[in-house]
């Protein structure tokens, strides 16, 4: 995979919600074939940049670039039509409606093909199969990401957005659900991670960002990153 | 006995209006997050204009359709200005939308007691009713008229039909997704405003088909009856629990049976005020709703 051609480029991006400034002249990029980490702590800003590039928030100034597009105040559904999806903060799964419908939903822009797309998935995550008719709100925190993550695949993405995945689970299950986006990854999935977690996100990353307070301090190779005096020291406990 | 039965019978065909009503108030509430209690007040403004088309064209094909063409169209003219105070959804007060919905009712309650039929209450010709032809069951003091069955029918498969569409269509899938947690629903890809709007046409369609069900099965209607509907519809959604489709169907159909068994046993022109109070009973009971609100 080409490493230098960017799936995502983000511009300068400012975002603010009335009065707050939640993003102050952000710039970064995610590279096809990528895993790319955000790391901050509460508030940095994380959610706001991957709901800004999704469509759900428009952004004050800068420019977003999905596949060489300029998408700022694109809408969301055309946004997933065009090839990305977001894996909420805390899953977003619907917790009255089964894991089937979760699944379709995900495909509710183009349901063509989604019998395929509803097998392939099932073969991946066998547990939601055995689940299919149950509703989502019966199913463990480890589950609910895992169907999460399905419902992204039944969209046919390019790149996803994964929003703190590990908040919430056992460590055992972080493992695993970091294990599933190594595995996607190596499908061809780009990723942009945003996580806490910082340690084991960088250890599946490629490269990652420090945002504090709406702002990017840092960036480089998840190694570089690991290796930071500073990093280590405010996100490591090193 | 027999007049038991044919209190049910008389109960079920009038309470399936009930449950057309409801459904079409509770989808309003959780699609479009509108609390729109003025929606039965439409519907009798859509028996009126079914009556105008059928009293200048004399047919009755064309009233039909044309009661129902105006539920749909009053519908999407109004939904807009519910949508304006909709778009910000998570900072807006969903109360707004109720002042909307009354400030609707009392001008259409306005414009039928002034300018239709100089205010005198509507009826509705034989050929829709089919009240010349007598009862299409009777034994003994059972009888059963033809408008009865055709409401209940109608009215049964039209709750069906939402049913299916909401538990196993693409549209319905939205619908309940956006009805669960709005902000999610965006997030996946689903088009808050045009998914609310297809909802305003649905219940469009819903409020035209029960026009013409009332018009069949009441015969007539008067400028009151809608804010009259709409008292009850708010009460059965609530006591149901509001947002409760499943609920409303239930509740729908035995105040339908309820006031029917009044009006056997008791004195007819005390069922409103009976069935207001086995309500009041009710709700104190259970203040949540008997089924839970899905809200
Ligand atoms: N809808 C909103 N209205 C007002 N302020 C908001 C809104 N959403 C986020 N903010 C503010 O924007 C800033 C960035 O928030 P954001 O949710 O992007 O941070 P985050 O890095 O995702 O934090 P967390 O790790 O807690 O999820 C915060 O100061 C937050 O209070
Ligand atoms: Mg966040």
């Known amino acids: 995979m080409a490493q230098n051609d960017s799936i995502l480029k983000i511009n300068n991006l400012s975002v603010a919600y009335g009065h707050v400034q939640a993003l102050n002249d952000i710039s970064l990029d995610v590279k096809r074939g990528e895993i790319v980490v955000l790391v901050g702590a509460n508030g940095a800003g994380k959610t706001s940049i991957m709901e800004t590039v999704l469509g759900a928030n428009v952004p004050v100034s800068g420019d977003i670039e999905f596949k060489g597009m300029h998408i700022g105040g694109v809408p969301v559904d055309k946004n997933v039509r065009n090839g990305m999806f977001l894996v909420p903060e805390g899953r977003g799964v619907f917790s009255s409606m089964t894991v089937m419908d979760n699944l379709l939903l995900g495909a509710h822009h183009n349901l063509k093909n989604s019998t395929e797309k509803l097998e392939l998935v099932f073969e991946s995550f066998p547990v939601l199969g055995e689940r299919r008719t149950q509703v989502a709100g019966t199913l463990s925190g480890g589950e609910r990401q895992m169907l999460a993550i399905a419902r992204a695949l039944m969209s046919s993405p390019e790149m996803i957005m994964v929003d703190e995945p590990s908040i919430g689970l056992a460590p055992i299950i972080v493992n695993d659900i970091f294990e599933i986006l190594v595995n996607l990854n190596k499908e061809g999935y780009s990723i942009l991670l945003s996580e806490q977690n910082v340690y084991k996100a960088l250890k599946i990353a490629h490269r990652g960002y420090v945002l504090e307070t709406g702002k990017i301090t840092k960036s480089g190779t998840a190694e570089e990153l690991l290796n930071d005096e500073a990093v280590r020291e405010a996100y490591l406990g090193a | 006995m027999e007049i038991l039965i044919a209190q049910i019978f008389n109960g079920l065909s009038i309470g399936s209006i009930y449950v057309l009503l409801v459904t079409g108030f509770n989808l309003l509430l959780l699609v479009a997050m509108i609390i729109h209690f003025s929606f039965p007040v439409v519907v009798v403004f859509s028996m009126y204009i079914s009556w105008v088309v059928m009293t200048l064209t004399g047919s009755v094909t064309l009233g039909v359709v044309g009661g129902i063409a105006s539920a749909i169209i009053v519908n999407m003219i109004t939904a807009p200005m519910f949508q304006h105070i909709m778009k910000d959804r998570g900072s807006v007060d969903i109360n707004a939308t109720m002042v909307i919905s009354m400030g609707m009712g009392m001008v259409i309650t306005d414009i039928l007691s002034h300018t239709f039929n100089q205010g005198f209450p509507i009826a509705f010709p034989d ?38 569409l909401l538990y196993k269509t693409r549209a319905g899938r939205a619908f309940r997704a956006i009805a669960e947690d709005p902000n999610g629903a965006k997030l996946v890809g689903i088009p808050l405003l045009k998914t609310g709007f297809q909802s305003y046409a649905l219940t469009g369609i819903l409020g035209g088909v029960t026009a013409v069900l009332m018009a069949v099965l009441l015969g007539s209607a008067s400028a009151g009856l809608g804010d009259q509907l709409g008292h009850k519809v708010l009460a059965v959604s609530i006591i149901a629990g509001l947002g409760n489709l499943t609920g409303g169907l239930i509740i729908g159909l035995l105040l339908g049976i309820l006031e029917a068994i009044i009006q056997g046993y008791l004195a007819g022109s005390w069922s409103n005020a009976i069935a207001f109070i086995v309500m009041l009973v009710v709700i104190l009971a259970k203040p949540k709703g008997v089924f839970g609100s899905k809200l």
């Open chain 2, 127 to 164: 050929a829709l009713t089919g009240n010349d032809q007598g009862a299409l069951i009777s034994v003994g003091l059972v009888s059963i008229s033809r408008g009865q069955v055709l409401t209940l029918v109608i009215g049964v498969l039209f709750v069906a039909f939402l049913f299916w």
